[in-house]
């Protein structure tokens, strides 16, 4: 049992928005914020609406789906939701001057004992608990997308995140019904790592027309047992947060693996960014 009743989400994306529901669900008390005014207000609804579809598919009754709804509350003031806050998690864009900045404002507004984490995919977690005057409480929670699917979160610790700390965390991330893995501050992490360079390659083998974008994401479905090939996972993602997490580990590994390929490159430039903006690699009827 986790003894963390009561979480801030700071940013109100896709991510966030799953992030709070994952845990009102789990009977946390959540407030969800986000700077831009509005914005924590208007997921409400993307929630609810993935709590109907727990509904309809039998994973969830009626009576959960309102007690989940109820616990969380959306608003505009971040520092007012950190405040009351067991554990604090971020889930702002994927730019390391913006988080460290979000982290010392909420770091003042916390109670002393609040964990303080980030979502980040593939930043520094040393990096943004550096700017703060107690980095011992500071680590990184990686969700995955779409959260309330998704079972695994990477729990980020950093040289000097406390052993306590780290355990209060993975308590957390259990009671939440998904699987925590313990991974050292690295750039990409375990899970980024990985998958970005995957999904890079088969960027390139569609740049370079090895085969088509459903015939490459088949090969792994169907030849190694993905769940979701490369490509449609990175629409998934975001191509977006896709290239941001390629230039960042290309800038700090500097392997050529990580360059990011220019078809990437091309399709964010021209707004195509994935499924939220309703065409990447694929065209989707829903964003």
């Known amino acids: ?32 914020a986000d700077a831009v005014r509005g914005a924590a207000a208007a997921a409400l609804p993307r929630i609810r609406r993935n709590l109907d579809g727990a509904v309809e598919r ?29 554990l604090v998690i971020e889930a702002i864009p994927e730019q390391l001057p ?40 500071v680590l990184g929670l990686h969700f995955f997308n779409p ?23 993975v308590r957390f991330v259990g009671s939440l019904g998904k699987e925590p893995i313990v991974v050292r501050d ?6 980024s790592r990985l998958g970005v360079t995957l999904g890079l ?7 370079s027309g090895v085969a088509s974008a459903e015939d490459i994401d088949k090969a792994m479905t169907l030849g190694y047992g993905h769940p979701m090939g490369p490509l449609r996972l990175s629409d998934l993602v975001g191509l977006d947060v896709r290239l941001a997490i390629a230039e960042h580990l290309h800038a700090t ?6 360059a990011p390929p220019a078809i990437l490159r091309d399709l964010v430039a021209r707004g195509r960014l994935g499924r939220k903006t309703g065409q990447g690699f694929y065209a989707w009827t829903e964003p």
């Open 1 to 32: 049992m986790s003894d963390i009743r009561s979480v801030a989400v700071i940013g109100a994306g896709t991510m966030g928005r799953g992030i709070a529901q994952a845990a009102a669900q789990a009977g946390c008390r959540v407030r969800l």
């Open 58 to 86: 039998g994973k969830l009754d009626a009576a959960g789906r309102e007690a989940a709804l109820a616990l969380i509350e959306a608003g505009d003031d971040v520092e007012g939701a950190a405040r009351l806050a067991d």
């Open 98 to 137: 913006l988080k460290q900045d979000l982290f010392r404002r909420i770091e003042a507004a916390a109670p002393p004992d609040a964990i303080l984490a980030s979502n980040t995919s593939s930043l520094s977690i040393a990096a943004i608990a550096g700017v703060t005057q107690r980095p011992e409480r």
């Open 147 to 169: 959260v309330h699917v998704m079972k695994l979160v990477e729990v980020v610790v950093h040289g000097g995140t406390a052993d306590a700390v780290r355990e209060r965390a």
């Open 186 to 191: 690295a750039p990409g992490f375990a899970s």
């Open 201 to 207: 390659e088969a960027m390139r083998m569609l740049e």
């Open 253 to 258: 590994l500097g392997e050529p693996q990580y």
